[in-house]
């Protein structure tokens, strides 16, 4: 099998299960190569960022090879979830795991683990050694409407714990705090009559991070997400507070630098953890993790289910969503942006073929984000202000956005924050008689039974789109006919 086999059959493999071939998943080398670059330092990218490492022949010699596949198992340490695909003889290939083991080219899409039964387990379903420790923290980041959280939605579907961040949020309602909690107690009446009563009691009560963080060490290494809506909406260093630190990610996926928890959080994470064993959770891993933080702390692991120290697990990632135009509410600093992986949702076209509804014609929906997004960069000169395709939902039975339902999301959005602070000279916001729309009119109509002033809002569109879909569909008739 040549080395372009090879590729190939990982290019199909990555696209399969990633839905794209990304830079990180697979590379190619030389085994001398690496061999000078040290065996025992992972600086060097191919270590750092490949999940399969194709490492063909340049007439190595059978010390090479040997050198190699030691070099491999010792720089994987049991932590790293790679694969090394070797040129072993000559056009020969063999796959290696973390560990040095041999796995069979077939039976790459069953790595991930074995179940209960020592059954394997189809990657799709348990998706464990995909995941990119490279990325762990994540904000995903645009226009309001482009779909970010439905995106984190439809890629992690469990072991979700999901938060909003808004102006009053804190450490406390972040982190967890002593809250007043009702809690059913027993006394006994003069009689001597057990009875049970509600009392409020004070309880240290854990929030999205600590939930999220417990749940990750006791489920290791099985992936837990905790998903931060609005990002951007609260004040991070307030939220985060020492928690900042941990958010320095080691290329393993692992906090670089524990730190020590509160009086509050020990208590609670020691009663969480005491039925745990992390020796036994973490398995072959541990006597790398050990390694990892032998300098600062010889006993890591005892210190972490004591809960004596704070530390993010790799299998933890924090995956976030900001709007651009709401990023001056609470600016967030460079320090706190340079700790996270940012990726751009752009504004594409949702293919539900919605149409705007006015005054019984309609327009289309991606015609008229197309119209006025270029409109609105022309006029703020950014896209901060743009609006996504599902800025607005038509109704789950249909694909009209009514009149009213237009009026009081999208217009109002126009008018209160994107062109109040520069006026309302353009040419769209004129009437049939030249009159300007002021916001009011469109919710001035005599018909009683008319929410909003649809023949205003059929002007609107047509000052935007151009033709209705009915009015481009007559015209194309007549032309016919003429012919």
């Known amino acids: 099998m040549e080395r372009k086999d090879i590729v190939s059959f990982l290019k199909t493999f990555v696209k399969q299960q990633k839905s794209e071939v990304n830079y990180g998943t697979y590379r190619e080398t030389t085994r001398s190569s690496l061999l000078k670059d040290g065996l025992g330092t992972r600086a060097n990218s191919v270590w750092k960022q490949s999940q399969f490492i194709v490492a063909y022949s340049l007439d190595d010699t059978e010390e090479d090879t040997r050198k190699y596949l030691a070099g491999w198992i010792q720089l994987t340490k049991r932590v790293y979830d790679q694969f090394l695909i070797l040129e072993c003889p000559k056009e020969t290939w063999t796959v290696y795991d973390k560990n040095g083991v041999e796995v069979e080219m077939a039976d790459l899409k069953y790595v991930s683990q074995e179940n209960s039964n020592g059954e394997k387990g189809d990657i799709q379903k348990t998706n464990l050694f995909m995941e990119d420790i490279s990325t762990p923290q994540t904000i995903y980041y645009g226009a ?3 779909g970010k959280s439905h995106k984190i939605k439809t890629l992690h579907k469990e072991n979700v714990v999901r938060t909003t961040f808004h102006p009053d949020s804190d450490y406390s309602t972040f982190i967890g705090a002593y809250k007043p909690t009702m809690e059913e107690v027993e006394r006994y009446e003069s009689s001597g009559t057990p009875i049970r009563e509600k009392r409020i009691v004070y309880n240290y009560v854990p929030q999205a991070f600590l939930r999220a963080y417990t749940s990750a060490w006791k489920n ?12 951007n909406r609260g004040n991070c260093a307030q939220i985060f507070g020492d928690l900042f630190q941990l958010l320095d990610r080691h290329e393993t996926g692992f906090s670089d630098y524990p730190i020590c928890a509160d009086s509050d959080i020990q208590r609670y994470l020691s009663e969480e953890f005491s039925k745990c064993n992390f020796t036994e959770i973490i398995g072959e891993e541990t006597e790398a993790i050990q390694e990892m933080y032998a300098q600062e702390c010889p006993d ?10 704070l530390l993010l697990p790799k299998n933890l990632y924090i995956l976030a969503t900001m709007n651009t135009s709401d ?6 600093d460079s320090a706190f942006k340079r700790r996270w992986h940012w990726e751009y949702t752009p504004i594409r076209n949702g293919g539900k073929e919605w149409t705007i509804e006015a005054n019984g014609q309609h327009w289309d929906w991606w015609a008229f984000l197309q119209a006025i997004n270029e409109r609105i960069e022309e006029v703020t000169s950014s896209e901060d202000k743009k609006l996504g395709y599902f800025f607005v939902k038509a109704g789950d039975k249909g694909t009209s956005i009514k009149a009213s339902l237009f009026v009081g999301k999208v217009i109002f959005y126009l008018w209160n924050d994107v062109y109040k602070d520069y006026g309302f000279d353009d040419s769209i916001f004129q009437d049939s008689n030249g009159k300007q729309m002021t916001f009011p009119r469109f919710y001035e109509t005599n018909e009683v ?19 209705s879909i009915e009015e481009s569909h007559n015209d194309e008739i007549n032309e016919n006919k003429e012919q």
């Open 144 to 146: 309001p409407g482009t």
């Open 220 to 231: 290791y290494p099985k992936p837990q997400y905790l998903v931060i809506e609005e990002i």
């Open 449 to 467: 039974n008319e929410e909003v002033n649809e023949v205003l809002v059929a002007n609107f569109l047509r000052n935007v789109v151009g033709k």
């Open 327 to 332: 990023q001056s509410l609470f600016p967030i």
């Open 300 to 309: 890591i692991l005892n210190q972490l289910q004591l809960g004596n120290l």
